[in-house]
């Protein structure tokens, strides 16, 4: 199957960065630190006080009276204001401030929200596209040395990469739509590099690079208000290549966005008019700018991508990634807590054994890599507790058997008692009929 899943600022905010309006309160926050005038601060809270105001509009309204206040001294009608110098420094402080926000990713959040997901990239032709900024994925991918292309070159053993762009990669796609905090254009913008450490860069501060200390590097994060950008490499290919997927993609996905913009909005019309898309979100129903066709499936992101995307990635066909995708639970809490507890092998067992029952209460579908593990943890009640995610792991069959295996092992441990109540349970629900229960109502 060829996929497209598309991922926005929700998938990124389970993991620790906030969305856009949070981003602007602790702005807020930050430039009251740096001593900024309380005059200008005064105006920011005011606009705050509306509840859809983020650090888009904060950023876009700054680059409007920034641009203002150039056009009046072009014509001649006004000097160079103490405010305005002010504005500009502020809007040179949210640019560094969002790419520093975005640095906050916590590494095991990380992996347990993707490794379920990269792990199967083999199995399907997958396109992965995202406007966050963040390296969440990046450092998912790390983990296990998967190849996903970014359009860069590999590092090898330099701090740099070049671009390099998509021709001739049969590898699964990484498509950063707005760029990535390690993601730098030369000054004349002709120039696209990633470096190995991320630096946000304040102002008219800029990098140079061992491979030519004469390129001076500037951020390359398509921002607010900067659309210009959008007409840089690599950005006019990443967009090409996005739409592309919409258009031959046999199933599309939209999680964690507002789809407020424009340009993602047109794409998923696009692939919306030919294939089953799907938009998941916590909201109880879809917004009204969502295109028709679209249908909607209410989970938080991080259950949607450890649990039903895992399910439908282990399916070969359209319709059957349909079929797992009509029956998704309804479930909008975040599930990365209880993962990352459950995988911590330095947190006390008692806690990792409640990470667990929560998982299995809430019905979530791990993999076999996620749980065959806990079978054989040196903890006996972690390996117990572990045989209530079989159930409902779309690898249900084989973890049986592994478990059954280590079973054999000692025939009169706990772990060997409660696998033997487990198959003779799931036998009896196997041989049960799915209508039965409604049969059972109707008498």
Known sequence: MKILLFTGAGASAELGIPTMRPIAEEFVEHLEQQRFPEDILRHIRERLEQAQYDIEHLIDDMDSIERGDQATRRWGIGGRSASADAIANIRREAEWFLMHICERVAPRG????WLPMLRQLGRHELTLATTNYDRAIEIAVAEIGTELHDGFRQFETNEHAEWDGFQGSHFPKLLKLHGSTDWYHSHNGLKVWKLRHAMPLFGALTLRTG?????ELVSAAVLPSREKKVNLAPYPDLMYEFQQAARQADLVLFVGTSLRDPDIRRVCETAANRVP????????????FVPDKVRHIKQSASYFVVSTLAHCLKTSTPDEAERVLDKAPDYTDSVLTPLVLMADKKSKAEDRCGAIEKLASVRIGLLQDDIEPLFRDPNAGIQVYALGLVQDSPDRDSLLQTARTIAAEEPDSPFAKETEMLTKLIDILDATPADAPQQAAAQ
């Open 110 to 113: 990380a992996q347990c929200l």
């Open 211 to 215: 491979a030519d200390p004469s390129l």
């Open 277 to 288: 898309t799907w938009f998941v979100s916590r909201r109880d129903s879809i917004e009204s």
